[in-house]
C-alpha cells in the first residue's frame, strides 16, 4: 500500500508537507480535490478515525466565506460530511493516508516522521 496525500496544491500546508515528503525521499500520490473530488468513501473512513470536528477547518477562507445559514447548519457528522463533499475546501489538509491503513490530518513533522518510520 503506498502513501497518499489529499488536499489542493496552492494550499501552504500541504506545499509543506509535500516538500517534507521530498526532502526525505518518499514516494507520495497526490488526490488533488479540486480536480478530483473527495472519495466520499475515504471521507467516511477519516471522519470515523478522527471525527467531523477534526476534519472540518473552521479557521479557513472557504469556512468564512460561507453564509451563517450555511455554517449554522453544520450541526453533526451527516451535515458536516455533505458539506465536505459539496466544499472539499474545508477539510483540514493535508489528510495523509499512511501504509498499514493509518491517517493523519494536518501537517506536523513528528507525526509524519513516526508514521513513515513504520
Known amino acids: 500500500m503506498s502513501i497518499t496525500l489529499y488536499g489542493i496544491p496552492n494550499c501552504?500546508?500541504?506545499?509543506?508537507?509535500?516538500?517534507?515528503?521530498?526532502e526525505h525521499r518518499i514516494d507520495?500520490?497526490?488526490h488533488d480535490y479540486k480536480k478530483a473530488g473527495v472519495p466520499a468513501d475515504r471521507l467516511?473512513?477519516?471522519m470515523l478515525a478522527h471525527g467531523w470536528e477534526r476534519l472540518l477547518n473552521r479557521?479557513?477562507?472557504?469556512?468564512?466565506?460561507?453564509?451563517?445559514?450555511?455554517?449554522?447548519?453544520?450541526?453533526?457528522?451527516?451535515?458536516?460530511?455533505?458539506?465536505?463533499l459539496a466544499q472539499p475546501s474545508v477539510i483540514k489538509r493535508p489528510v495523509v493516508?499512511?501504509?498499514?491503513?493509518?491517517?493523519?490530518?494536518?501537517?506536523?513533522?513528528?507525526?509524519?516522521?513516526?508514521?513513515?518510520?513504520?
Open 12 to 22: 501552504d500546508t500541504v506545499k509543506r508537507a509535500r516538500a517534507w515528503f521530498a
Open 28 to 30: 507520495v500520490a497526490f
Open 44 to 46: 467516511d473512513a477519516w
Open 59 to 84: 479557521q479557513g477562507t472557504t469556512w468564512r466565506k460561507l453564509d451563517d445559514a450555511t455554517r449554522a447548519g453544520v450541526t453533526d457528522a451527516a451535515s458536516a460530511k455533505a458539506l465536505m
Open 97 to 118: 493516508e499512511w501504509r498499514g491503513g493509518a491517517s493523519s490530518v494536518g501537517f506536523d513533522a513528528a507525526e509524519f516522521e513516526r508514521h513513515a518510520a513504520r
